[in-house]
């Protein structure tokens, strides 16, 4: 009876990876057509040339980056304090920051386009640096359920309270304590938080798109509508990016779990 | 230890002096707060709550009921049915395949490496979707795609020829998949890691069999973190635009692209039409999320 | 004939052994205690009884039957786990009725019977609890009803006390005791509390790193050690190695001699008795009815327990004193 449901799994799996795989191939095969007598890498080499391609993919790097930077400094210090001095707002805050999983980002954007035009009391959709403001706010918003869960949870491992009274009680101050004490403890937890939030920012469409800003995602959609074979390789290159974001992650969680232990 | 008259005097100020100094710490403590509800506010809240409100306004801003009763236009209907159909079916299928692959990974006795390759894969491709997804499956299911190439020359089976079409309902639902799959296999692991060895352990030396097993102990432990996955596997479909738009444009009538087409003014050309579509989207998202909360904790509560 | 009997059991995880060579028999009726630390291999052995595990070599018979390849289901072993492992989904009927409606029992007879077991375990007005709604001994009384409603033809007891509060699980001891008395239930017992195998078991079986180290009647295994290992785990023996041994009493042995705390007696330091050691009290512990007292004599400490009677009776540190022991309380072990 073991055997056959093992035999079992083996189809579910081997199903599983056709199906997951050969798009992938597909794609891969397809980007590499664009040179009619044979497979070249010549799709990539137009894309990777195109100025479009470098001013917006640097334009989102820079947005993810920043989105991370903020998002940080918003998630960390909030969970920290929830944990430590005000654990009663927990549920509220958690059911804040699950929010932006109810409510889908074309709602949310719609919502800025109205609070926030050009003739309105706080018109961030006005001019240009504005807009870039309120987009990086709208992916922090995208961001917080996965930064604040991936922070709360490595908060929660390390019991914060104990060990801020543990550092308090040898004499630390405040600054060593949140740089030395907490800081090192939840670092993994945080970087894990950063590349999730990387990875859904770099290729993000309906954002960057209503607000009108020069973002990847909408650079993607435009080529996708003009051209043949060049989707073919921005698609695997975004594969791999979001690959390379969750193998990162994977990388700073295994090193995080030693350090654990001995903490 | 001292009861002397002086120190019993002098007991109360101290003490009134901690009262005031815990007034000021507990507004300190709200202060450390203060940037994230402000935060929440400005980005999530007040502009969701402007729609909701803009819903139920005439373009001069008096209460009224029709931009709620255009919903129940034909047009309007219908693509909100498409949404919900395409959001059922994908959220079905992912949860029933996602669900296979995971207690095949996890319970299927199969080599030590598969289950943290699947949860890796699962990592990146749940995170996967957009536009970049829609070019794989166009590459793939496309007219030109792969595998109806592959199918035409080597099977002799024409895949456009039945009526079929990624442009199409079934299409768009395969491409869901993608991501929806396996979302559900990191949603649903935590909860097969919960069935504990000894239950089945304990069904056994009662005389239970493996069917016996599932039917009457695993899968109704499983069963409401199941039912809450699909729906928050609904939800995550149902406010998809990405995918869909860079896949069909403006081809396929659902209500994210519907919504998307109202923004960038190409149809309709009534603002507060579109809030209602956008409060009838959180009503939607918002029902399976809650549905999905609660299921959620009556999961947790079984848990010893 | 016994009743259950092992012969020459052996289990292996890769190329770790973990039982190494069991044999035992056990009579009907009979209530047995696998004692030892973790990692022993008793929680082993009791899996394969159960049918959980299989053996590397050797066999496993239950009333004349060999059971060792039969699936753990048709077996008709009741096996208590030490976290209860009561499913969450169904109330404290249900479970206990799970394994009679497995049995494909009539309605009325599971209905009658889980009433029956449910009044046995005192559980009465617990009948549509939840496991979440029962405190850790009611759980654990729920999972024993389980196993007992079908009838077992042997209980395994997998540390069930381990997970519970002190008081109630002394109480609970004495309710399995009673209840195994009154079934005539062959019961086998794992633990790593000695007090608890003590008061329990008819016998012992003291394990350690997959081996049997002795087997006894509980009175037995307590006063006659055969190992060093045993004498350690049992009580807190003073072990002498052999040099030791020679320089305080005189004696030349192999291995180590054991020495019960209670069996020195502490007698006043100037009396001028034969055969007594001198000693200095160095320190002492308070045990509730004993004092533990650490006296030194040709530079061992000893362990001496005296009852505590009255507090003038406590002697302090620096006190002289001469202590005697009894050929007869001197036990050579391996």
């Known amino acids: 009876?073991?055997?056959?449901?093992?035999?079992?799994?083996?189809?579910?799996?081997?199903?599983?990876?056709?199906?997951?795989?050969?798009?992938?191939?597909?794609?891969?095969?397809?980007?590499?057509?664009?040179?009619?007598?044979?497979?070249?890498?010549?799709?990539?080499?137009?894309?990777?040339?195109?100025?479009?391609?470098?001013?917006?993919?640097?334009?989102?790097?820079?947005?993810?980056?920043?989105?991370?930077?903020?998002?940080?400094?918003?998630?960390?210090?909030?969970?920290?304090?929830?944990?430590?001095?005000?654990?009663?707002?927990?549920?509220?805050?958690?059911?804040?920051?699950?929010?932006?999983?109810?409510?889908?980002?074309?709602?949310?954007?719609?919502?800025?386009?109205?609070?926030?035009?050009?003739?309105?009391?706080?018109?961030?959709?006005?001019?240009?640096?504005?807009?870039?403001?309120?987009?990086?706010?709208?992916?922090?918003?995208?961001?917080?359920?996965?930064?604040?869960?991936?922070?709360?949870?490595?908060?929660?491992?390390?019991?914060?309270?104990?060990?801020?009274?543990?550092?308090?009680?040898?004499?630390?101050?405040?600054?060593?304590?949140?740089l030395q004490v907490i800081f090192p403890n939840v670092k993994s937890a945080i970087l894990s938080g950063a590349f999730l939030t990387f990875a859904v920012v770099i290729g993000e469409f309906t954002m960057a798109s209503l607000l009108g800003r020069p973002a990847f995602g909408p650079y993607l959609q435009l080529i996708g509508a003009n051209r043949a074979y060049e989707p073919s390789a921005l698609a695997i290159i975004a594969f791999m990016v979001t690959w390379a974001s969750m193998g990162l992650i994977q990388v700073f969680a295994r090193n995080a779990r030693p350090a654990r232990k001995t903490a | 230890m001292s009861t002397s008259p002086d120190s019993l005097t002098h007991r109360p100020e101290p003490g009134a002096g901690q009262i005031r100094k815990g007034l000021t710490l507990s507004a300190l403590n709200w202060l450390g707060v203060a940037p994230f509800f402000l935060f929440a506010l400005l980005f999530l809240i007040l502009p969701t709550a402007t729609l909701m409100i803009g819903a139920f306004q005439d373009a001069d801003g008096h209460f009224t009921l029709g931009n709620i009763a255009k919903l129940f236009d034909d047009s309007i209907l219908s693509a909100y049915w498409i949404s919900f159909e395409v959001s059922a079916a994908s959220a079905l299928g992912g949860t029933v395949i996602g669900l296979a692959l995971a207690l095949a990974a996890i319970q299927g006795g199969l080599p030590q490496w598969i289950r943290p390759t699947l949860m890796t894969?699962?990592?990146?491709?749940?995170?996967?979707?957009?536009?970049?997804?829609?070019?794989?499956?166009?590459?793939?299911?496309?007219?030109?795609?792969?595998?109806?190439?592959?199918?035409?020359?080597?099977?002799?089976?024409?895949?456009?020829?039945?009526?079929?079409?990624?442009?199409?309902?079934?299409?768009?639902?395969?491409?869901?998949?993608?991501f929806q799959i396996p979302l559900m296999v990191l949603i649903v692991t935590p909860a097969i890691d919960g069935l504990r060895a000894e239950w089945r352990e304990a069904c056994e030396s009662l005389g239970g069999n493996s069917v016996a097993y599932w039917w009457h102990i695993a899968l109704p432990i499983l069963w409401p973190s199941i039912m809450g996955s699909a729906l928050l596997l609904f939800a995550n479909a149902f406010g998809a635009v990405a995918t869909a738009y860079a896949l069909t444009g403006s081809s396929l009538n659902i209500v994210p692209i519907l919504l998307y087409a109202q923004i960038r003014g190409d149809v309709l050309h009534d603002q507060n039409l579109g809030y209602a579509l956008a409060l009838g989207m959180i009503v939607v998202t918002g029902l399976s999320n809650a549905g999905y909360i609660w299921l959620r904790s009556r999961a947790e509560r079984g848990r010893e | 004939m016994a009743y259950l009997t092992i012969n020459n059991l052996h289990k292996r995880f890769d190329d770790h052994v973990v039982v190494h060579d069991f044999n035992m028999s056990i009579e009907q009726g009979e209530f047995v205690t696998f004692l030892g630390p973790s990692g022993c291999g008793k929680t082993t052995v009791l899996r394969m009884i159960a049918g959980f595990e299989t053996p590397t070599s050797g066999r496993i018979c239950v009333g004349g039957e060999d059971i060792t390849q039969q699936a753990a289901q048709k077996r008709g072993i009741g096996m208590v786990f030490q976290s209860y492992a009561l499913f969450p989904n169904m109330n404290v009927t249900q479970n206990i009725g799970f394994g009679l409606k497995m049995r494909k029992c009539p309605a009325d007879d599971i209905k009658r019977k889980v009433a029956e077991v449910i009044k046995l375990v005192e559980l009465t007005g617990k009948e549509n609890h939840y496991p979440h709604e029962l405190s850790g001994g009611q759980r654990q009384r729920v999972a024993l009803a389980r196993a007992l409603v079908v009838e077992p033809r042997i209980l395994l007891l997998d540390e069930p006390l381990s997970a519970l509060d002190a008081r109630i699980r002394k109480n609970l001891r004495e309710q399995i005791r009673d209840i195994q008395r009154r079934l005539g239930l062959t019961t086998i017992f794992v633990t790593h509390d000695q007090e608890e195998a003590l008061t329990m078991s008819d016998r012992i079986f003291v394990m350690n790193q997959g081996r049997v180290e002795q087997e006894g009647r509980a009175e037995i295994v307590y006063t006659e050690p055969a190992t060093e290992f045993v004498a350690r785990f049992m009580g807190n023996y003073n072990l002498l190695g052999a040099a030791d041994t020679n320089r305080l009493l005189g004696l030349n042995i192999s291995g180590h001699l054991a020495i019960r705390p209670e069996s020195i007696h502490v007698l006043d330091g100037h009396s001028q008795q034969d055969g007594t050691l001198a000693g200095t009290i160095r320190q002492h512990q308070l045990l509730g009815n004993i004092i533990r007292y650490q006296i030194e004599s040709a530079g061992i400490t000893l362990q001496v327990d005296r009852l505590n009677r009255t507090a003038s009776d406590l002697m302090p540190a620096g006190t002289e004193v001469r202590l005697q022991i009894s050929r007869d309380d001197m036990r050579e072990v391996r």
């Open chain 1, 1 to 178: 009876m073991k055997s056959t449901s093992r035999l079992g799994a083996w189809v579910a799996i081997a199903i599983g990876t056709l199906y997951f795989v050969l798009p992938l191939i597909a794609t891969f095969e397809f980007s590499l057509k664009m040179n009619r007598d044979g497979y070249s890498f010549e799709a990539y080499k137009v894309v990777l040339a195109d100025p479009g391609f470098q001013a917006t993919f640097g334009y989102s790097t820079l947005m993810a980056v920043l989105t991370i930077i903020v998002g940080i400094l918003l998630v960390v210090p909030t969970a920290y304090w929830i944990q430590l001095k005000l654990p009663r707002l927990r549920p509220l805050v958690e059911f804040i920051t699950l929010l932006p999983l109810v409510i889908p980002a074309i709602v949310i954007v719609f919502g800025y386009l109205k609070l926030y035009n050009s003739s309105s009391w706080l018109p961030l959709t006005g001019n240009e640096r504005a807009t870039d403001l309120l987009l990086m706010c709208s992916y922090v918003t995208l961001a917080l359920p996965y930064l604040y869960r991936s922070v709360d949870a490595g908060l929660r491992a390390i019991d914060v309270r104990t060990l801020t009274e543990a550092a308090e009680s040898l004499g630390a101050s405040w600054p060593s304590i949140l």
């Open chain 2, 121 to 178: 894969f699962s990592g990146v491709a749940s995170n996967f979707a957009g536009i970049p997804l829609s070019f794989a499956f166009l590459s793939t299911l496309g007219r030109m795609g792969l595998v109806t190439v592959l199918l035409r020359n080597y099977a002799d089976f024409d895949l456009y020829g039945t009526g079929f079409s990624i442009l199409s309902f079934l299409g768009l639902t395969l491409t869901y998949l993608y």
